[in-house]
């Protein structure tokens, strides 16, 4: 299985702050990797897929880039509500697989 | 809009069975990738299974030989049959739609539309 590795595991930051999650598989998966947010007691919600597609109706402030093994998903300017836990997913090869998840959390 | 509503979790003992149920409506599960990721109290996402659109499936090896991934059309519902269940089988089941998008000259799919999800707690 292809792993993904995400870090930081967790991370404090301010409203207003810029906030970079990275992601990086263990093999080149081109660019496919998805990206998604998890508030508690919630359902995922898909935000990016292929590395860098933003998916309808998520905010122009989140952005996603990378290909091959390195993976970033970027926050522009954090908002009360985007402080939840942020997944990465290879769709390049089954088994899917996610990394261990980012908790970003309010300074 | 899609919607997808699960149901059959519960409490039941190591080493029985347990059938999930995952509804949809606003989508037909034959036309889509339909997938179950779960979600053990307190821990990450793991992918469970894929049913893809020709009826064929996938599994992740954890699950591989004791899970069966399944659709009824004219009931447009997902299925997962859960047999010789662990306690490491305790998490919170979703089901999930994915639909592809050509980028580029590539195919890509994410997990799009997602259920709120049934607890299943295997414990004696």
């Known amino acids: 299985d292809i792993q993904m590795t995400q870090s930081p595991s967790s991370l404090s930051a301010s409203v207003g702050d810029r906030v970079t999650i990275t992601c990086r598989a263990s093999?080149?998966?081109?660019?496919?990797l998805n990206w998604y947010q998890q508030k508690p007691g919630k359902a995922p919600n898909l935000l990016i897929y292929?590395?860098?597609s933003l998916q309808s109706g998520v905010p122009s402030r989140f952005s996603g880039s990378g290909s091959g093994t390195d993976f970033s998903l970027t926050i522009s300017s954090l908002q009360p509500e985007d402080f939840a836990t942020y997944y990465c997913?290879?769709?390049?090869?089954?088994?899917?697989?996610f990394g261990q998840g980012t908790k970003v959390e309010i300074k | 809009e899609v919607q997808l509503v699960e149901s059959g979790g519960g409490l039941i003992q190591p080493g029985g069975s347990l059938r999930l149920s995952c509804a949809a409506s606003?989508?037909?599960?034959?036309?889509?990738?339909m997938s179950w990721v779960r979600q053990a109290p307190g821990k990450g996402l793991e992918w469970v299974s894929v049913?893809?659109?020709?009826?064929?499936?996938d599994y992740a090896d954890s699950v591989k030989g004791r899970f069966t991934i399944s659709r009824d059309n004219s009931k447009n519902t997902l299925y997962l049959q859960m047999n010789s269940l662990r306690a490491e089988d305790t998490a919170v089941y979703y089901c999930?739609?994915?639909?592809?998008?050509?980028?580029?000259?590539?195919?890509?799919?994410?997990?799009?539309?997602w259920g709120q999800g049934t607890l299943v707690t295997v414990s004696s």
């Open positions: 606003g989508v037909t599960v034959s036309d889509r990738y």
């Open positions: 093999q080149t998966i081109g660019r496919s």
């Open positions: 292929a590395a860098s």
């Open positions: 999930a739609a994915s639909k592809g998008h050509y980028i580029s000259g590539g195919f890509y799919r994410g997990l799009e539309s």
């Open positions: 997913q290879q769709s390049y090869r089954m088994s899917w697989t």
């Open positions: 049913l893809y659109g020709g009826g064929s499936a």
